[in-house]
């Protein structure tokens, strides 16, 4: 008797790494390493992150405090490479112990290859003095006027995955970064405070605009690359829609789904 299963496509669903009816999971590589300011929520964050993945089923997170694995060359024994990922998300923060060629294959990794790059808080404070990762990112940290506060935020795109369950406003406490060279003409803000319930007086506040981005997303060559300031208290990675967003935005930088990131003006 035949077998009902064409033995070319057990075969091809083999090689490809999947099972009958049910896609190959996708590989996210986790990087929580900081080389100044240390947060206390980095830990958590990236147990969250990981514990997502599984509870989707979409992705596997593999979680690391170096960079090993910032790198397209072969490594050693079973060690992994970028060539083994899907995505990359950054919790970090200084100068990463990274030599040229692998901050070339970092960037090749999301411009070239079209994979996906998710910075979380202090992925802004990551790399200052290296211009090309501040191109890829879309903006660098420029202080925290307010510290961690109650921050009015205003959600811009409500059709972003992830961002239909906030409300249009809210007030959200967390750490909220101040940003210098995000453009609205480069990205496409999803998240922003509302600047009419700021203290603009602050000495700190730097923008002349008063355009504080908080979230956005952005393409980098044929890369998708997706920022939030949100995540530097333990606390906010307890809030379903911060797990949400975090969820959908992981899920978009891995093509699982799709989205308008076209730049555009303040909404």
Request: glycine content about 8%; hydrophobic content about 40%.
């Amino acid at each position: 008797m035949k077998p009902t299963f064409p033995v070319f496509a057990l075969t091809l669903m083999i090689a490809a790494g999947g099972s009958y009816g049910a896609p190959a999971k996708k590989r996210l590589l986790a990087i929580g390493e900081e080389k100044g300011y240390r947060h206390d929520a980095v830990s958590h964050a990236l147990a969250t992150i990981e514990r997502l993945g599984r509870e989707t089923g979409l992705w596997d997170t593999f979680i690391r405090t170096d960079t090993e694995a910032l790198t397209k060359k072969k490594l050693e024994y079973n060690a992994k490479n970028l060539n083994d990922f899907d995505a990359v998300l950054f919790y970090t923060g200084g100068d990463l112990e990274m030599d040229e060629q692998q901050k070339a294959d970092l960037l090749s990794f999301i411009h070239d290859d079209g994979k996906g790059f998710i910075g979380v808080h202090s992925a802004t404070i990551t790399f200052v003095h290296w211009p090309e990762f501040g191109e890829m990112l879309g903006g660098f940290y420029d202080e925290h006027p307010w510290g961690t506060f109650d921050a009015p935020l205003i959600i811009e795109d409500p059709k972003f995955p992830g961002m239909a369950h906030w409300p249009h406003s809210l007030w959200f406490t967390d750490e909220i970064y101040q940003m210098k060279n995000v453009s609205r003409e480069k990205c496409r803000v999803l998240m922003r405070l509302d600047p009419s319930k700021l203290d603009l007086k602050n000495p700190k506040v730097h923008r002349t605009d008063q355009d504080f981005a908080v979230t956005w997303a952005k393409m980098y060559g044929k890369g998708r690359v997706y920022y939030s300031a949100l995540g530097h208290r333990e606390a906010s990675w307890d809030r379903p829609e911060v797990q949400e967003m975090y969820t959908e935005a992981i899920k978009w930088a891995m093509r699982l789904v799709d989205a308008d990131v076209t730049p555009r003006p303040a909404q």
